[in-house]
């Protein structure tokens, strides 16, 4: 069974909308959380973080909202750009560092 | 020059046959990691390593094995590649447990 899921392989969103991605795990030892971004033939770079004593972390356009109880966290995007089209993958740490299945994001104009 | 280097970038190689990935980092870390990533399947953990003396089995280790011959290099190998190890494979490496993970650009590795 995956630790980390993703549900939703692919978002679509408008240049200026907000872009939400979704991500699931299991086990509760995960203490702390990464979102990182794949562009093709590159391998993928980090983007933002959260502490599991935290339930919220901002840079610049990036939010990162994690709630324990329900095992979930999502990144938001606000305003979303092209440049941002990219697959995103969340990841959970604990003695591992294990990733999710990914989400791919396409803004459009 | 990257700080996480891996090669080959590109192999093609046939069914039993034995190949090596090698990962080499500049970061002074002492976690290293390797994944594979497959369509659908996003990245999945092979193996890792706290130091040269310690080595763990990640998700999916059936079929490889590692070597970390210093504390900057970590290697991956198939004793006998088969077909559906055909992927793309990553390195990554960490300084302590709660922080960012950097990874290499990647071993597109096919097996015929």
């Known amino acids: 069974d995956q630790q980390v899921k993703q549900n939703s392989p692919s978002l679509s969103v408008q240049e200026g909308r907000i872009s939400i991605l979704n991500c699931d795990y299991t086990n509760s030892m995960f203490d702390y959380f990464l979102w990182y971004k794949k562009y093709p033939a590159e391998g993928p770079t980090f983007l933002i973080s959260?502490?599991?004593?935290?339930d919220k972390n901002e840079d610049g356009r990036f939010t990162v909202f994690l709630n324990k109880s329900a095992k979930h966290l999502s990144l938001h995007i606000v305003p979303s750009q092209p440049g941002d089209s990219a697959v995103y993958f969340c990841?959970?740490?604990?003695?591992?560092?294990?990733f999710g299945t990914g989400t791919r994001l396409q803004v459009f104009p | 020059d990257a700080d996480v280097t891996q090669t080959p970038r590109n192999r093609i190689t046939k069914t039993g046959k034995r190949i090596m990935l090698e990962c080499s980092q500049t970061k002074g870390h002492d976690r290293m990691y390797w994944y594979r990533q497959d369509p659908g399947l996003g990245l999945r953990l092979i193996y890792y390593s706290f130091d040269v003396k310690d080595i763990n089995k990640g998700e999916i280790s059936d079929g490889y094995s590692v070597s970390r011959q210093a504390q900057a290099k970590f290697s991956l190998s198939l004793e006998s590649a088969i077909p559906n190890q055909t992927a793309l494979y990553f390195c990554?490496?960490?300084?302590?447990?709660?922080?960012?993970?950097?990874f290499g650009q990647g071993t597109r590795l096919t097996v015929v």
């Open positions: 990841a959970a740490s604990g003695q591992e560092l294990i």
């Open positions: 990554a490496t960490r300084g302590l447990e709660n922080t960012e993970a950097f």
């Open positions: 959260i502490s599991s004593i935290k």
